[in-house]
T-cell receptor
Framework: AQKVTQAQTEISVVEKEDVTLDCVYETRDTTYYLFWYKQPPSGELVFLIRRNSFDEQNEISGRYSWNFQKSTSSFNFTITASQVVDSAVYFCALRGSNDYKLSFGAGTTVTVRA | DTAVSQTPKYLVTQMGNDKSIKCEQNLGHDTMYWYKQDSKKFLKIMFSYNNKELIINETVPNRFSPKSPDKAHLNLHINSLELGDSAVYFC???????????????FGPGTRLTVL
């Protein structure tokens, strides 16, 4: 069974601060896929980033970056220079190689204050 | 162009009624999903179809019945609605169901169901 834990329930920052969201996962699969999704106040679920367990490097995409540490089963996500529009609930999700479904964490609510 | 669309966006109904939620994707994907988001925002898979074939059927009351007329559509029919069915229901699609680097799931805007 897959399990995703997002220990941070809520984070509040002032605009332009960096925000790091923690995600710890459990899986027995040797190949798996990790995702971050954003749910703004309008309610839709927006795909942000994806990481395959066999990828070597961490990456940066605009103001988003992620830190995948296989040794600690963590997949942390950072928003650099946060903006008010980044206020949302952020979900970490995991899919095993033989799964169709995504297993989601409980979500972290990020509030960026002007 | 909307990639994954759902109708209606809001659905308010009385207990005991039967209702349907429709989902369509224009991404050419083979696999579609229904997820339920409860009041605490927890997301859980309900069903998945791959090329019109049911591949996931989680522990969901049999009052919920998915129907896939073609691979671009996955509808959710709910019989005898109960108060506990109130939630946001998300449809999603992916190119391939599993074992692929192109299987990112893209979600529709959600349908907020309120049962009174």
């Amino acid at each position: 069974a897959q399990k995703v834990t997002q220990a941070q329930t809520e984070i509040s920052v002032v605009e332009k601060e960096d925000v790091t969201l923690d995600c710890v996962y459990e899986t027995r699969d040797t190949t798996y896929y990790l995702f971050w999704y954003k749910q703004p106040p309008s309610g839709e679920l927006v795909f942000l980033i994806r990481r395959n367990s066999f990828d070597e490097q961490n990456e940066i995409s605009g103001r988003y970056s992620w830190n995948f540490q296989k040794s600690t089963s963590s997949f942390n996500f950072t928003i650099t220079a946060s903006q008010v529009v980044d206020s949302a609930v952020y979900f970490c999700a995991l899919r095993g190689s033989n799964d169709y479904k995504l297993s989601f964490g409980a979500g972290t609510t990020v509030t960026v204050r002007a | 162009d909307t990639a994954v669309s759902q109708t209606p966006k809001y659905l308010v109904t009385q207990m005991g009624n039967d209702k349907s939620i429709k989902c369509e994707q224009n991404l050419g994907h083979d696999t579609m999903y229904w997820y339920k988001q409860d009041s605490k925002k927890f997301l859980k898979i309900m069903f998945s179809y791959n090329n019109k074939e049911l591949i996931i059927n989680e522990t969901v009351p049999n009052r919920f019945s998915p129907k896939s007329p073609d691979k671009a559509h996955l509808n959710l029919h709910i019989n005898s609605l109960e108060l506990g069915d109130s939630a946001v229901y998300f449809c999603a699609s992916s190119q391939v169901g599993r074992g692929s680097a192109t299987d990112t799931q893209y979600f529709g805007p959600g349908t907020r169901l309120t049962v009174l």
